[in-house]
């Protein structure tokens, strides 16, 4: 039997969460870089195509074209990021407050950031993970106070 | 000398340093420059050209002489600036560019020889026989500090910060900016170079709003975002702006200098104004300093450079410094340049009076002073010339940012012309307090776009200032006045340049290299253009400065780079079965920006023989194939059909559901861009695989296409590459095995033959199962949800022991596709090949409508007969492989012509030889010709044949 | 060739001379004459492509009116901006008889010009960073040797040997699999090129005019028959252009349009330090190449900022991606600091190969397109736009070269060549 066998892994990473499901939609619209919904939440990517984030449990959006990207995406959930914004993109953390997203570069690579409750949840082709990961270790030591020089 | 109280230094903390391997001391708030000349040091270094003897002439950006090498711990710095580094306990500073020591430097000779060395000598000897024979002798005397061999590991931070207001300079007239823009509710940042704000405040008895200054300064920038010992060297397109923050400590691992981006509404330029040493005989000797710098080290750091002092100026400025000197106990004369000279008590004043030569071995003693004809001189004794030609607003980066500049004859100096910036300070060449405070208030307010009820900052007025009296130099022949310090380009020097026809201040600069130091310029630039235009009958201001550029002062190269270094300097993307790839002991290797299995070694096994493993085996068993990285890009609407068509050579409307179709996706110049499998998922939903490093390449062009040339088309395209892992399980027990994961998926010939898929439920998890081949073996592609992949890769690893089932790599592959003729964009394809080339001429033909590059296709190039053609190659010899990249030729008489070359070589495994693909003009015209091969000076032969070696009928791929 | 007539002959034996006379003597090394009001040749551009025209015009092919217009000051365009590297390390025949034939010019450039260009042939080093990457080496070795181009194929030990500096870690993000160098490639002084030629021409008569720029074209029917300038109007027999980043903006006031796109490319330079690095290295992983200057600067550069701009410029991000490139090749010089940033605007044809040839408008012939690699070829395209409007003829090797390889599909990509495809 299938489900003998077949292990659905998430990504055990501290920083990472797992949500329930992610769904690229097109069709339907919203105002650029709202999130409207909270769980669901519905993220706007671009005109006519936003992404969709189940928390509690699997949402199925309906719309014109919906692709189930639930496990291609690494989703990091920073907590006091606004040092690790500043030193990863040209974004204004103050700008992320709740009900807004962005897409941005950060550390070289494409993201989308929008901030839930306490924490600035960063989602990343999970490909990509390892790389996010990895920079996020080193930046993290900046952060740990200052010795003398 | 140390004086024995006042400074800011902290006598609490004593520290210890090393210059040359001498022992000396110093203070916390010292920078290497002040601690030694605190120790009576006076040759610090040696000039560029000529090798003389330079002593410190500054105190902060703008030393031109003072380049040392300094080691703190197990940093190194080959070139720092000794007024700019704070002095550390345990620092080792030692000169550069001098030997056996910039005290005694051997190289020091040279300057005797100074006659035939002018400016640009070089250009015009060193030919016979050639450059090449003095180059090796040039080079070891150029250069200033010697690159370690230790690699700075330390981390270099980035940070982002925005602003209303960014105010450059935290002077008076910058804090009162940065003060004024804040009450009128602007976000405001005050970056400043100086390890503590207020600029000139910190050593002035001034007092503002009826304070101590200083007092002004602290309560000013409480409150404030004020980013210290931060330089702004750059200013970019949109409000953006490079700052350099070198930070006095930093977390474990990490570097002092910190790169802050900062984007500002606006900016306030505040950024001050730099002291020009007079042009005069002998005026490179050390002991002679700028009289700004001399009340700089009085007041910061409690030095007196010397006892006996001279200050020559053409303005009134360095008057303070003469008084300040005066006060800490030095005898002191002035030389006034101008006619008019006021008393001062205790100091013997000179009118018409400047400096005619200086003396003294091993640092100044004595100075001639006398009128500018030279009609008479008198010699005194000193061991200190503090020299003041007149002050040079800091306009660089208003001049980067776009801001004009205007000679203004009164000040001596190049202005900026605000059209819209904001400029405040001695940079618009203001100088008294009250009036730099007014401008900084009102720069502050109208940078703030909002008015504000608060008043501007007051101070009393002071005594209006005397006119400066511009001097360019002295007209004394036979005599050498430096004006570049570090490159020692005299007076001279640009006259001799302006004689032979460099007559535009560019020219200037690269024929003499005046201001191409590492001072770029600070203190000479002007003095250079000045004499430029009296030597070419120009005025000033048609002369006009060389362009300003970014950095305003050398920047770290790490600190420019930041973390973008050692494993973060590139991404690399993993496979969502990376980490069992790596416990399999696959030797992974970058293809494209993943990291992919090239194959799987087991102990002591070669690659060759590994890769030689795999293929048999998947060719005669079963192998199994991660290739998650290949792209997924689902393409939905109405009219996806229709779109696809417009954007792929192939016909793609046509298409069953159900089925897959090899296609080829063209650039407008007919060019094969990629290749990959286009499947059609349902009547108005499909699925492109577009090869792993071509994936966002194809996504951009398919929506470039939509967006801009067919908007009105409903057509979407998501990209779920990374959403779905997907393995290939390859050979003749492959269906087997798939049939064994489960699902109840029809896998019978007529319900999934060759190109075509299906999809199944294994349990609750969706599984897509392709059946197309890249190995050329009976091949089912399973895709799941890449959360799911570890199981995947598992499950089919354990049900296919018993067949013999072993993963295999990219390099195998690429032998198993090679036996097969099948291509590798970007290995048998480049940017020059066309279908055609590929022997894809079908839908050119057949394909009724446009499509992207098909125009491209009918070019007489595109359609001649001779173009270059994929063909296999048999070598001759069957034990030796090509290697790929060995051209064939045509040999004629003496030379020989390239007709293509081998693109793809390999032994096979199937046929236990050789075997080759290549690009060969005219290939498939000649078929089972024999033809020549060179490779690296070597000649071998190989005979063209059809591109497929093994199984060309297909048979093992629907059998 | 006779000698040509030199005001005062450089040599040591000058400097020992003038020395003693107290540089008075030398003279100007070329006149600023007014403009004439007619040429036989007017030559749009004083940067090194278009007085290397003047200077071949007057040397090969006996001109003797014949002006250069320059709206700034000679050489202050690329070729005072460029990194500086001579190579003919290219693919394509056509192109390896176009740069080597440059090569050859420069390596006897000095003394026919008797002005020091510091030409260093002390070999190009181009890095391989992949087992994929070395099999598209060898395929522009092949190809280089076979078209008589002198380079040598390195493993990665041979790379190393060259460049002791070079990042030696085999785990480094881009490792050195191995490379092959041109030993007759290296650097020279780009200002002395063109002061050089200038100084040569002008002692043959050419009337170089400064800061004069040209607003236009006066047309005789279909034909070109001279030009108007900020300093009047010039009557001209034949007029060529080489103007580089500003080709499309004199195109356009010609009445027509090239297929040319205009970007920044930033150059950089660090302070002076002892001599490190002693061959040009080209990357082709990062995109970076680099050289250390005889004055002892490091002096690279890399990609192109992607955007049209006549801004001369550059932008921060793009600066961050080439120092990171470099500091990931040599590690070494992460102690290093940045003195200089410029960029200057390259000219670029899709398939990266410059334009030379008539243009379509009759009298009007083109030399530009060069994009980043114009600097090495300075000699040719001198020469070759000489021999065009000297002769109306195309020379062999500028013939494949010519604008209508974009209506034939006819195009020389050197990057394709060297297997990527873009």
Not at chain 1, 36 to 51: E, H, T, Y
Not at chain 1, 107 to 116: E, H, Q
Not at chain 2, 169 to 183: D, E, K, N, S, T
Not at chain 2, 432 to 449: I, K, N, S, W
Request: charged share 20%; hydrophobic share 45%.
């Amino acid at each position: 039997m299938a489900e003998d066998w077949l292990r659905h892994a998430a990504i055990s990473h501290k920083a990472v969460m797992n949500p329930a499901s992610i769904h690229l939609v097109s069709g339907g619209d919203q105002a650029a870089n709202t999130v409207v919904g909270n769980d669901p939440a519905r993220l706007w990517l671009a005109p006519g195509r936003g992404l969709v984030v189940g928390f509690g449990q699997a949402a199925a959006p309906g719309g014109d074209f919906v692709s189930d990207v639930t496990d291609g995406q690494a989703v990091f959930a920073l907590t006091d990021a606004d040092d690790i914004i500043a030193m990863a993109t040209t974004l204004d953390p103050a700008l992320l407050v709740p009900g807004l997203c962005a897409q941005t570069i950060f550390a070289g690579v494409k993201v989308l950031l929008w901030r839930r409750g306490d924490a600035i949840l960063l989602h990343v082709d999970r490909p990509l993970g390892n790389y996010i990961a990895a920079w996020l270790a080193k930046a993290g030591t900046a952060l740990e106070g200052v010795a003398e020089k | 000398m140390r004086l024995a109280s006042g400074g800011r230094i902290d006598r609490a903390k004593k520290l210890s340093f090393t210059w040359n391997g001498t022992a000396l001391t110093g203070f916390t708030g010292d920078t290497i420059a002040s601690a030694l000349l605190a120790n009576g040091v006076k040759i610090v270094a040696r000039s560029f050209k000529y090798h003389r003897p330079r002593g410190v002439f500054a105190a902060w950006v703008d030393e031109p002489n003072a380049v040392v090498d300094v080691r703190y711990g197990d940093q190194h710095d080959p070139n720092a600036r000794a007024t700019l580094v704070s002095l550390r306990d345990g620092m080792v500073v030692a000169g550069v560019n001098g030997y056996p020591s910039v005290a005694h430097d051997a190289a020091g000779a040279l300057d005797l020889l100074h006659r035939f060395l002018p400016a640009g000598f070089y250009y015009k000897t060193f030919m016979t026989p050639s450059w090449q024979s003095y180059e090796p002798q040039i080079r070891a005397m150029a250069g200033l500090g010697q690159v370690g061999d230790a690699i700075e590991t330390r981390a270099f931070e980035t940070r982002t910060a925005r602003c209303d207001v960014l105010v450059i300079g935290a002077g008076p007239a910058g804090l009162a900016a940065a003060r004024a823009a804040q009450a009128a509710g602007a976000s405001v940042i005050v970056a400043d170079d100086r390890p503590e704000p207020g600029g000139s405040l910190l050593w002035d008895t001034a007092t503002i709003d009826g304070a101590p200054a200083l007092d002004w300064v602290g309560a000013t920038t409480a409150g404030m975002r004020v980013l210290s010992r931060s330089t702004v060297f750059g200013a970019y397109d949109h409000g953006s702006f490079a700052v350099l923050e070198d930070r006095a400590a930093a977390p474990a691992g990490w570097a002092g200098p910190r790169l802050w981006v900062i984007r500002a509404a606006q900016v306030v330029f505040a950024t001050g104004a730099i002291e020009r040493p007079l042009v005069f005989p002998d005026n490179d000797r050390p002991g002679i300093m700028s009289a700004n710098a001399v009340l700089a080290y009085l007041r910061q750091h409690a030095v007196l450079p010397g006892r006996r002092v001279i200050v020559a100026t053409n303005n009134d400025s360095a008057y303070a410094t003469a008084i300040a000197l005066r006060d800490a106990g030095a005898a002191v004369e002035i030389a006034d340049a101008r006619a008019e000279a006021p008393n001062i008590e205790g100091i013997r004043v000179r009118p018409a009076s400047v400096p005619l030569g200086t003396g003294g071995r091993g640092g100044l003693a004595w100075v001639d002073l006398g009128p500018c004809d030279g009609s008479r001189r008198e010699r005194v004794p000193a061991d200190l010339l503090a020299v003041s030609g007149g002050w040079s607003p800091a306009v660089h980066l208003f001049s980067q940012a776009g801001g004009a500049l205007r000679w203004d004859e009164a000040l001596a100096a190049f202005v900026p012309v605000a059209a819209g910036q904001h400029v405040a300070g001695s940079v618009t060449g203001a100088w008294d307090l009250a009036t730099c405070l007014a401008q900084g208030h009102r720069a502050g307010l109208d940078a703030a776009g909002r008015a504000s009820d608060l008043a501007a900052p007051h101070a009393p007025a002071s005594a209006l200032a005397r006119p400066i009296l511009p001097l360019w130099g002295l007209d004394l022949p036979g005599t050498r006045q430096w004006v570049d310090y570090q490159n020692d380009v005299t007076a001279k020097d640009v006259r001799l340049a302006a004689s032979e026809g460099y007559r535009s201040v560019e020219h200037l600069k690269r024929y003499t290299t005046l201001g191409m130091a590492t001072d770029q310029g600070k203190t000479s630039n002007v003095n250079g253009l000045a004499i430029l235009a009296d030597a070419t009958g120009q005025a000033i201001q048609d002369v006009g400065t060389t362009k300003f550029r970014p950095p305003f002062t050398p920047v770290p190269l790490a600190a420019i780079a930041g973390l973008r270094a050692g494993a973060l300097f590139a991404p690399l993307r993993h496979l969502p079965v990376h980490d069992d790839h790596v416990a399999l002991g696959a030797e992974m290797r970058d293809y494209g920006g993943w990291a992919r299995p090239a194959c799987y070694r087991g102990i002591g096994e070669t690659t060759a023989a590994a890769v030689k493993r795999e293929a048999t085996n998947a060719r005669f068993r079963v192998g199994l194939f991660d290739g998650s990285s290949l792209g997924k890009i689902e393409v939905q609407g109405p009219d996806a059909a229709a779109f696809l068509n417009l954007m792929y050579y192939n016909e793609v409307a046509n298409l069953r559901p159900g089925r897959l179709r090899y296609c080829l996706l063209l650039r407008e110049t007919g060019v094969v861009y990629d290749d990959g499998v286009v499947a059609r998922l349902a009547p108005d939903h499909y699925l492109l695989s577009p090869s792993s490093s071509h994936t966002a390449g194809v996504l951009a062009m398919l929506e470039l296409w939509h967006q801009t040339e067919y908007p009105t088309m409903q057509v979407s395209f998501h990209d779920v590459t990374a959403a779905w892992a997907t393995f290939a399980v390859s050979g003749p027990k492959s269906r087997e095995i798939v049939m064994a994961l489960g699902g109840g998926a029809d896998l019978s010939e007529q319900a999934l033959p060759h190109m075509a898929m299906t999809k199944t439920m294994l349990g609750a998890v969706p599984c897509r199962i392709a059946r197309v081949s890249f190995t050329g073996e009976r091949s089912y592609e399973v895709s799941v949800p890449s959360g799911y992949a570890h199981s995947l890769w598992r499950r089919l690893l354990d049900l296919g022991e018993k067949a013999g089932i072993m993963p295999y790599g990219i390099e195998s592959l690429s032998v198993l596709r090679a036996e097969k003729g099948y291509i590798l964009i970007g290995t048998d394809t480049d940017g020059m090949t066309l279908p055609v080339d590929l022997g894809l001429e079908g839908p050119l033909r057949a394909k009724k409508i446009d499509f992207v590059g098909k125009r491209s296709l009918l070019t007489p190039d595109a359609t001649r007969p001779d173009r270059r053609q994929l063909v296999g190659l048999l070598p001759a010899d069957p034990a030796v492989v090509p290697v790929p990249g060995t051209h064939a030729v045509l040999r004629d008489g003496g030379g020989q012509r390239s007709l293509g070359w081998i693109t793809t070589a390999c032994r096979s495994p199937v046929l236990q030889r050789s075997v080759a693909l290549g690009m060969i003009e005219s290939g498939r015209a000649r078929m089972g010709e024999t033809i020549d091969l060179f490779h690296l000076g070597q000649f071998s032969r190989a005979t063209i044949v059809a591109t497929c070696f093994y199984d060309p009928a297909g048979e093992k791929l629907h059998g | 060739m006779s000698r040509t007539p030199f005001r005062t002959r450089y040599s040591a034996a000058s400097l020992l001379r003038q020395g003693l006379a107290g540089q008075t003597g030398w003279g100007e090394a070329w006149r600023a004459p007014a403009p004439r009001p007619r040429y036989d040749f007017v030559i749009i551009g004083g940067g090194g492509h278009g007085l290397a025209t003047a200077y071949y015009l007057a040397k090969l092919h006996g001109a003797n009116r014949v002006a250069v217009l320059e709206k700034g000051w000679i050489g202050g365009g690329n070729t005072g901006g460029n990194t500086t590297i001579v190579r003919s390390n290219y693919f394509f025949p056509e192109s390896a008889a176009l740069y080597d034939h440059a090569l050859r010019l420069y390596e006897g450039l000095s003394q026919e010009l008797n002005y020091n260009i510091m030409l260093s042939q002390r070999g190009v080093v181009t890095i391989a960073h992949s087992h994929h990457d070395m099999e598209l080496m060898a395929r522009s070795v092949n190809a280089m040797l076979i078209n008589g181009i002198d380079v040598e194929l390195l493993d990665a030990e041979g790379v190393h040997r060259e460049i002791k500096i070079a990042n030696r870690d085999p785990h480094a993000r881009f490792p050195i699999h191995g490379g092959f160098v041109q030993r007759r490639g290296g650097i020279a002084r780009h200002d002395a090129v063109a002061w050089g030629y200038a100084r040569a021409a002008d002692a043959m008569g050419v009337d170089i005019i400064q800061n004069c720029e040209v607003t236009g074209f006066r047309f005789d029917g279909a034909r070109v028959v001279g030009v108007e300038t900020s300093r009047g109007p010039i009557a001209a027999g034949r007029v060529g252009m080489a103007v580089s980043g500003h080709s499309g903006v004199l195109a356009a006031k010609a009445g027509f349009k090239l297929p040319i796109q205009s970007y920044a490319l930033q150059a950089m330079v660090t302070e002076p330090v002892k001599p490190v690095l002693d061959t040009v290295i080209l990357s082709g992983s990062t995109g970076i190449y680099c050289s250390q200057s005889d004055k002892g600067e490091m002096v690279f550069g890399a990609g192109l900022d992607l955007y049209p701009s006549y801004a001369q410029r550059g932008n921060l991000p793009v600066g961050q991606t080439i120092i990171a490139a470099l500091l990931d090749m040599f590690p070494r010089f992460r102690t290093l600091k940045l003195l200089r940033q410029w960029a200057g605007i390259v000219d670029v044809c899709w398939d990266y190969s410059p334009l030379i040839g008539p243009s379509p408008v009759e009298g009007l012939y083109l030399n530009c397109g060069w994009g980043t690699g114009g600097f090495k070829a300075i000699p040719a395209g001198g020469w070759l736009l000489a021999h065009i409007l000297a002769t109306g003829q195309h020379h062999p090797i500028s013939a494949p070269f010519d604008l209508n390889r974009f209506t034939t599909g006819r195009l020389i990509d050197e990057a394709a060549g060297a297997g990527i495809a873009h």
